[in-house]
T-cell receptor, first 114, second 112 residues
């Protein structure tokens, strides 16, 4: 079975500081991994995705993530936080298997302090 | 514009009533999903469908029902058997294996 674990349900950073949101996955087959962002009372928007083409993935709004198979991790980073980055972030995993389910982590709420 | 439309955005239900949440997509996606979101619990899968006239239970299907009579539509019924239905419900769709999901704007259901 596949799963994702997001360490830290709440993360607070200062504006201009590095953002690091952690995601570890469990999968018995090569995974496809995703990061989504959610603003209050809205749906989820895709930030970036890993589909085995490259281990360092660049996404929208200056975010990037690195796939590390040896650590089963896919952490999300941004060099300099902006106030508009305050939102909830979800990591998700799926496989190429027949069930085709997309499994989400419990989310990390990012606060950006001025 | 292509996308996923969920309606209504807010829904109030009396205890003991069934209520149906609408989800329509014009992205020509085969797979569609329903998730429930509660604070601190992330997104939990209720039901999913990979093709018309076929659907499977997710992790928390009890008290819910779905249908998939058309490719574009995947309505979710919250029945009176669902003991704690107050939540934010999200519908999503995907083209196929390994692809990202596209989400609707959600429906917030409140039991009064």
């Amino acid at each position: 079975a596949q799963s994702v674990t997001q360490l830290g349900s709440h993360v607070s950073v200062s504006e201009g500081a590095l953002v690091l949101l952690r995601c570890n996955y469990s999968s018995s087959v090569p995974p496809y991994l995703f990061w989504y962002v959610q603003y209050p009372n809205q749906g989820l928007q895709l930030l970036l995705k890993y589909t085995s083409a490259a281990t360092l993935v660049k996404g929208i709004n200056g975010f990037e993530a690195e796939f590390k198979k040896s650590e089963t991790s896919f952490h999300l980073t941004k060099p300099s936080a902006h106030m508009s980055d305050a939102a909830e972030y979800f990591c998700a995993v799926t496989s190429g298997g027949a069930t085709n389910k997309l499994i989400f982590g419990t989310g990390t709420l990012l606060a950006v302090q001025p | 514009d292509g996308g996923i439309t969920q309606s209504p955005k807010y829904l109030f239900r009396k205890e003991g009533q069934n209520v149906t949440l609408s989800c329509e997509q014009n992205l020509n996606h085969d797979a569609m999903y329903w998730y429930r979101q509660d604070p601190g619990q992330g997104l939990r899968l209720i039901y999913y469908s990979q093709i018309v006239n076929d659907f499977q239970k997710g992790d928390i299907a009890e008290g819910y029902s779905v249908s998939r009579e058309k490719k574009e539509s995947f309505p979710l019924t919250v029945t009176s058997a669902q003991k704690n239905p107050t939540a934010f419900y999200l519908c999503a769709s995907r083209t196929g294996v390994g692809t990202e999901a596209f989400f609707g704007q959600g429906t917030r259901l409140t039991v009064v």
